[in-house]
């Protein structure tokens, strides 16, 4: 529980602020109950949405020395509440509807319908941006032809061959970009393949980033170095997971400041989450724990692809990823299990 004391110290925070938000916009109980299982409810979705996310960064920070790794939760968290949580959605709103940040946030506290209308009419470009993104992490996992641990071999040996051609997780990424966009009306389809394609370059600009700040010689300055790098992947692949949270989350509310504080509080116990799982060494012990993760990664991204021509609902995607996740996790056991009867 140490790991998460933290968590809970902002969980506190965060019901108490809901319940002030609550008495303040309606001046009963019943609005500071309303207000503060909103909050909590929020908060389960980021985790539900985001518990993938956590054992990916664990993977990534398990190479970072323990400056890098503090930095991540001291800087990473103001970045993933207040940075893609609150002020994230101020700038699509802002960029949509073509006025300042500043009138997006007094829009966002006068006319939260209204807000609320702007951000999800861009769906269509954060979904393509997010799904782009996601679905070259998760498939450079799978056609890396490096890899030799198999959770689902029938599918993942030949995928691993296939890595052996360059670039072949761009080329499907794209296919699948142009096959989306056939289902949409002329006017979405650009939105569609122009956020789509930013978000290929995203992920080949941080990748790129990482190559050239984690040089083979210099083995004291690597360390650093990719340090860095993967700090700055990390913030980028949280904003590509927090999409899904941010947008979803006005299904249930579409006050900006209660959303904020929702997802604020359940991004706090996915950092806890994380370096629970490096510091406790899990993902080593438990063999296809980061399969299962990654394989709710591309689920992730094809949903995100799939909800510009359709609505899927966020328990469908948080049952998704937890299925992968509680799966891999019971072969896992059932792996050590074989090796401590041989």
């Given at each position: 529980m140490n790991y998460f004391r933290s968590s809970?110290?902002?969980?506190?925070?965060?019901?108490?602020?809901?319940?002030?938000?609550?008495?303040?916009?309606?001046?009963?109980?019943?609005?500071?109950?309303?207000?503060?299982?909103?909050?909590?409810?929020?908060?389960?979705?980021?985790?539900?949405?985001?518990?993938?996310?956590?054992?990916v960064n664990a993977k990534i920070l398990k190479e970072m020395d323990a400056i890098w790794r503090q930095r991540f939760i001291t800087w990473g968290i103001p970045i993933a509440v207040f940075g893609m949580r609150l002020v994230f959605p101020l700038i699509i709103v802002a960029i949509s509807a073509n006025i300042g940040p500043i009138s997006a946030l007094i829009l966002a506290a006068t006319d939260p319908d209204e807000y609320s209308r702007v951000l999800t009419s861009a769906h269509v470009s954060v979904s393509a941006f997010g799904g782009a993104f996601?679905?070259?992490?998760?498939?450079?996992?799978?056609?890396?032809?490096?890899?030799?641990?198999?959770?689902?071999?029938?599918?993942?040996r030949p995928l691993t061959r296939l890595g052996r051609i360059e670039a072949v997780e761009l080329g499907l990424v794209l296919l699948l970009l142009y096959a989306i966009s056939t289902w949409l009306p002329e006017h979405e389809k650009v939105a569609l393949l122009v956020a789509g394609v930013f978000g290929l370059v995203s992920y080949i600009a941080v990748d790129g980033i990482s190559a050239?700040?984690?040089?083979?010689?210099?083995?004291?300055?690597?360390?650093?170095?990719?340090?860095?790098?993967?700090?700055?992947?990390?913030?980028?692949?949280?904003?590509?997971?927090?999409?899904?949270?941010?947008?979803?989350?006005?299904?249930?509310?579409?006050?900006?400041?209660?959303?904020?504080?929702?997802?604020?509080?359940?991004?706090?116990?996915?950092?806890?989450?994380?370096?629970?799982?490096?510091?406790?060494?899990?993902?080593?012990?438990?063999?296809?724990?980061?399969?299962?993760?990654?394989?709710?990664?591309?689920?992730?991204?094809?949903?995100?692809?799939?909800?510009?021509?359709?609505?899927?609902?966020?328990?469908?995607?948080?049952?998704?990823?937890?299925?992968?996740?509680?799966?891999s996790l019971v072969d896992s056991i059932r792996y050590n299990r074989r090796m401590l009867g041989t």
């Open positions: 809970f110290i902002v969980t506190v925070l965060g019901i108490a602020l809901g319940a002030y938000l609550g008495w303040a916009a309606t001046g009963t109980w019943a609005g500071v109950f309303a207000t503060t299982f909103l909050v909590s409810v929020l908060a389960v979705l980021e985790v539900s949405l985001s518990f993938d996310n956590a054992i996601l679905a070259m992490v998760g498939l450079k996992h799978f056609f890396n032809h490096e890899k030799d641990v198999h959770w689902i071999a029938i599918i993942e050239v700040l984690s040089p083979e010689s210099d083995v004291t300055g690597q360390v650093t170095r990719s340090g860095l790098a993967g700090f700055i992947y990390l913030q980028v692949l949280d904003a590509s997971f927090s999409f899904d949270g941010v947008i979803g989350a006005f299904a249930l509310s579409n006050n900006l400041f209660i959303i904020g504080i929702g997802l604020g509080v359940g991004a706090m116990f996915v950092r806890s989450l994380t370096i629970m799982l490096v510091e406790q060494e899990t993902l080593t012990s438990y063999r296809y724990l980061e399969h299962g993760a990654f394989y709710a990664i591309i689920a992730l991204g094809v949903i995100m692809f799939l909800k510009t021509v359709t609505h899927v609902p966020e328990v469908v995607t948080g049952l998704i990823g937890a299925g992968f996740i509680v799966a």
